[in-house]
């Protein structure tokens, strides 16, 4: 450690065990980013029962066990006592062994305690005769026999593997008594809950209870984990609908049990109402099953309260799934086809949709039929939409050539000259178009009804209980009666529900996205993506909660967003074995258009929202509302930050589709925020614009911050690259970084698996204050000396038994302390704020490019391979370097594509491609010695290098068995042979460890090979 680093601080008090380094916190100096990374994954795969999602969608949300550990990071200081910082932070994250057995929540199956016990100690716990397929108790073992080996399996498991067991470090009150003591002893602190210590660090740091900030604060995430830690919240978006999550995520779910009963309360009751008009009006049940005299009383008795639609239902089946089907006139044939890309409605039940040719009517009748066999299934499976033609069964009789829907789409164009068109040929609808009309080119039509018919049976316990039977059915003249009661009832509302903001009444603005509804389809507004049974009972909704509490109120708007998420034009129905219902609007981040969807009846309305119990938060303290970044105004001890950084959701357009159903409760209940997505100001896209934006963003918030104050930048992307690029933004917003880590959030930790693999990069920035300037030479001196600082501290700190670090962590902290050299001062031949935005031709590099390129490379040259001697590394070249540096990624199982061509950037090499034998995206590696073959050689490139020629010589030695030819390669074709003999023996010895490695089977052989060679060379240097 630095001497000067062990300055005590003027703000941060010492305790006696460990003195705090200057004001320096944790993050800046450690992260444990494995754990983290298994942690992010953790909440991410519990989906719907995350604590915040099932408020809604929002794209790009961050795991809050990151922002808490962000927070916290920023809060704790570094001391000279690195590993007990360490197991502090652990400690409070509960994320230690202790704080994992308070979290452990499951019971490890007694099969996988039996596998894991050693066979010796199995005696004491297992019945005789147990084995790994059955295992069994001893008779009589005590509930704390079994309790104690739970405990002892489970300490002996991975990380990864004791998660499995787990809650969440949200789900639990936080650290035990015992830690209490260890962390105050540590910090001099006197906290026994997480609030006490961040309101004792803030007053510490800031002077005060600390208050965290987040311009870009999307679904709630930061805000939300702030505030439930103890700090002041305040939260901004430029989109309404992301304020308004995060004012839900802090004053709804924030608002505690008593806030979730009341919401539940509200919703039951205005689903109730709903339910009773939709029973009243007769649309969704199946009255031609009784008589037209036995449903007039029904419904008497319903609005006389002497019967519920509960009730009803026992007597009549009701619809809980239409599905619906775009039709067209076959140019060919002249014939009107249902479109579909699958005929099959649902897998489990073996369902099928099957087209019977109405030569008269030429058109097709739909008959649904159940249960049907396997070449019904396959047939069904074809659709009438195949690659984009439409095929039908008299097309096929025909032998005509099939049309695309494309064709078909161009071929109404201006059939009604009245009305506007879009150039894709589709009339364009108008507001007061709710289906399509007679002329247009897509009609739409209910193929099938999917109903449920009560029955009663007895249950287990012998005691008759109501259940329900599902059954789906081709839609009938009455279901058609009904769809055409539903459009009327529906027109009888439409301007007024409309007017008082119940409906969407929002045009689609154009847009990268919102292109695709106005070109597929004509539709011109978002009320245009529902049909008229989904506006009709989401209108319902709408209609009731004017005379609720803002909370409540707020809750059942964004129900009205979650449903309509799950239940519109746009929903694709899912046959799949076991789910047989409506994806998601947005299971991506398209504005998809489809040519069959289903529409939900109303009891699937009320399982789209279910709120958990939520934590109670000091909503005076919390603040949400809607702004641009470049406009905030509060100021913020920290903010901690993920901004819509190279992630390529259009937030202002998609974001729309929520924003039609809430701008009437915005309005109503807010009405000092603003209403819509302020496209011209969304910061998107990658270009200069984007760049001067988000500068400016920045710059804002480097005002709104004290000079000791300290931000973190979050970012998401496959390719870890382009933080330099953010870097470099931060530099010309007046902000230095001090550190960086990468979490994988968005799949398994160090599986290796897939190039989807997301990493979430955290940048520590400080305020730029020094009036210091520096040369550029001078830089360079000090990222030499900073890199090899930042990579000893963190070997230091890494546990062999219990890794921390990957071989990605050493590389991105490398470049964080390259530029936290870089950005730590102005640089006297640099203005990063011109050189960020000047335009440049394509291929020129900004001097600051280059910059950040050289600091790179440095950062690279010092991220040996272990095994290899820092005295070979420094002679070997960029690609030799690339070479046996990926060895190394590989012998870790890393072969995602993204992480080598980080690293040949890293040693700034272009062609490194013929140095690998697979580019697939998930099986990147490096060739063989005998896969080089006597490819790559000669006077250019990896050509002359002594790796190459250790490589070749050990490919003789296979194909010769024995190293006469290999040896006598080197002796006679390398370069002054006798200078380089010590080197090319390092090599081949390094190379021949890899014999060793299970992850590398296809090196066994030449790694042998090279062990001989080495073996034979180094005799012979013996004999000279
Ligand atoms: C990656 S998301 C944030 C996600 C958030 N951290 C979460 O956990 O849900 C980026 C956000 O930046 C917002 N945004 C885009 N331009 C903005 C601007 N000029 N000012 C403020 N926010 C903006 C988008 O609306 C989006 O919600």
Not at 243 to 265: D, S
Not at 342 to 369: F, M, N, Q, T
Request: include cysteine; charged fraction near 25%; hydrophobic fraction near 35%.
């Amino acid at each position: 450690m630095n001497p000067t680093d062990l300055e005590t601080s003027p703000q941060i008090k010492t305790t006696d065990t460990a003195r705090a380094i200057r004001d320096l916190c944790f993050i800046e100096t450690q992260f444990p980013v494995s754990k983290m990374s298994m942690e992010s994954y953790k909440e991410r795969k519990a989906n719907y029962s995350q604590t915040l999602t099932g408020l809604g969608k929002w794209w790009g949300r961050k795991p809050l066990v990151l922002c808490r550990a962000a927070i916290l990071g920023l809060l704790l200081p570094a001391t000279d006592d690195p590993t007990m910082d360490r197991e502090v932070f652990l400690r409070l994250m509960t994320m230690d062994e202790e704080g994992l057995l308070r979290r452990k929540s499951k019971n490890i199956p007694i099969k996988e305690l039996f596998k894991r016990l050693p066979p010796a100690d199995r005696a004491g716990y297992f019945a005789p005769g147990s084995d790994e397929d059955e295992a069994r108790f001893k008779k009589a073992l005590s509930k704390e026999y079994k309790e104690e080996l739970q405990k002892r399996v489970f300490l002996g498991l991975s990380y990864d593997e004791r998660l499995e067991y787990c809650d969440r470090p949200e789900q639990i009150d936080g650290p035990s008594a015992e830690s209490w003591q260890v962390i105050n002893g540590h910090l001099g602190t006197n906290a026994s809950s997480l609030p006490d210590l961040v309101a004792e660090l803030g007053k510490r740091r800031f002077g005060h209870v600390p208050r965290v900030g987040d311009a870009f604060c999307g679904g709630g995430s930061i805000p939300f984990e702030a505030a439930r830690l103890g700090c002041e919240a305040y939260g901004t978006d430029l989109n309404p609908v992301a304020a308004l999550l995060t004012w839900a995520a802090l004053n709804i779910v924030g608002g505690g049990p008593q806030v979730a009963a009341e919401v539940r309360r509200a919703q039951r009751e205005i689903y109730d109402a709903v339910d009773r008009q939709v029973t009243l009006w007769g649309i969704e049940h199946r009255i031609e099953d009784v008589s037209a005299a036995e449903w007039k009383r029904l419904v008497r008795a319903l609005e006389d309260g002497e019967l519920t639609p509960g009730d009803i239902f026992r007597l009549v089946p009701r619809a809980d799934a239409y599905l619906y089907c775009v039709e067209v006139v076959c140019p060919e044939t002249g014939w009107t086809v249902p479109l579909a890309p699958s005929w099959v409605i649902g897998e489990k039940s073996r369902c099928i949709a099957r087209l019977v040719p109405d030569r008269k009517r030429k058109r097709y009748a739909i008959e649904v039929h159940s249960g049907v066999g396997d070449v019904e299934m396959k047939a069904a499976k074809q659709g009438t939409v195949r690659d984009g033609y439409v095929v039908h069964p008299i097309l096929e009789e025909q032998g005509k050539n099939p049309a695309t829907t494309q064709q078909i789409r161009m071929a109404g164009r201006g059939k009604d000259p009245t009305a506007q068109h879009h150039e894709s040929g589709l009339r364009l609808w108008e507001n007061d178009d709710l289906v399509p009309r007679p002329d247009d080119v897509f009609q739409e039509r209910l193929y099938c009804v999917r109903w449920m018919t009560a029955y009663e049976r007895e249950n287990a316990k012998g005691e008759t209980v109501w259940d329900e039977e599902k059954e789906y059915r081709a839609a009938t003249e009455h279901d058609i009666r009904r769809e055409e009661t539903t459009l009327r009832l529906l027109r009888e509302q439409f301007h007024d529900w409309q007017a008082k903001g119940y409906l969407p009444s929002m045009r689609i603005e154009s847009g990268y996205n919102t292109d695709q509804p106005i070109r597929e389809r004509g539709w011109t507004h978002w009320h245009h993506l529902f049909n008229p049974r989904q506006l009709l009972g989401h209108g319902l909704i709408a209609q009731r909660p004017s005379a609720l509490a803002a909370r409540p109120r707020v809750a059942i708007t964004l129900w009205l967003g979650i449903l309509a998420n799950r239940d519109s034009r746009i929903v694709r129905w899912v046959p799949s074995y076991g789910v047989e219902t409506t994806a998601d609007v947005f299971s991506n981040q398209a504005l998809n258009t489809m040519l069959n969807w289903a529409t939900r009846g109303i009891t699937g309305y009320l399982s789209t929202f279910a709120l958990g119990g939520g934590s109670i938060l000091p909503s005076e303290r919390c603040v949400a509302e809607p702004h641009d970044a470049r406009s905030v105004s509060a100021s913020c001890d920290s903010w901690i930050t993920d901004p819509p950084y190279a992630d390529a959701v259009n937030y202002h357009e998609v974001g729309d589709f929520f924003l039609s159903w809430y701008e009437g409760t915005i309005g109503s209940v807010f009405p000092e925020w603003y209403a819509d997505s302020r496209r011209a100001l969304a910061v998107v896209g990658s270009d200069d614009a984007f760049r001067r934006s988000m500068v400016d963003c920045y710059r804002n918030l480097a005002a709104h911050m004290p000079e000791h104050g300290l931000q973190v930048v979050m970012f998401t992307h496959q390719d870890a690259g382009v933080w330099a690029d953010l870097s470099l933004i931060l530099w010309a917003a007046g902000l230095r970084v001090t550190a960086a880590w990468c979490i994988a959030t968005e799949t398994g930790p160090a599986t290796g698996e897939g190039n989807y693999v997301q990493g979430t990069v955290l940048l520590v920035l400080r305020k730029q204050t020094s009036e210091e300037t520096t040369f550029l030479d001078e830089v360079y001196q000090e990222v030499e000396v900073e890199v090899r600082r930042q990579l000893n501290t963190m070997r230091s700190l890494d546990d062999a038994k219990d890794p921390n670090f990957g071989d990605t962590d050493y590389q991105l902290a490398a470049y964080a302390a390259a530029l936290r050299v870089l950005t730590s001062r102005k640089i006297e031949e640099i203005d990063v704020a011109y050189e960020l935005t000047k335009a440049r031709t394509k291929g020129e590099r900004s001097p600051v490019e280059e910059l950040i390129e050289r600091a790179v490379k440095i950062a690279c040259d010092h991220l040996v391979p272990r095994g290899v001697d820092t005295h070979l590394w420094k002679s070997l070249s960029a690609l030799e370097r690339f070479y046996l540096k990926g060895l190394e990624l590989e012998s870790h199982g890393e072969h995602r594509v993204g992480v080598y061509q980080e690293l040949a950037r890293g040693f700034g090499v272009e062609e490194y491609k013929p140095l690998l034998a697979s580019t697939k995206a998930n099986e990147t590696r490096l060739k063989t010695a005998s896969e080089f073959s006597n490819k790559e050689m000669g006077d250019t490139g990896f050509g002359p290098t002594l790796v190459r020629h250790a490589l070749f010589a050990t490919c003789k030695t296979l194909e010769t068995d024995g190293p006469r030819d290999g040896l006598n390669w080197l002796t006679t074709e390398v370069k002054d042979y006798a200078s380089s003999r010590a080197r090319i023996l390092e090599i081949l010895e390094y190379l021949s460890t890899l014999r060793h490695h299970a992850s590398l089977p296809h090196w066994h052989k030449d790694a042998e090979a090279a062990a001989i060679l080495a073996g034979a060379l180094r005799n012979r240097q013996d004999n000279v």
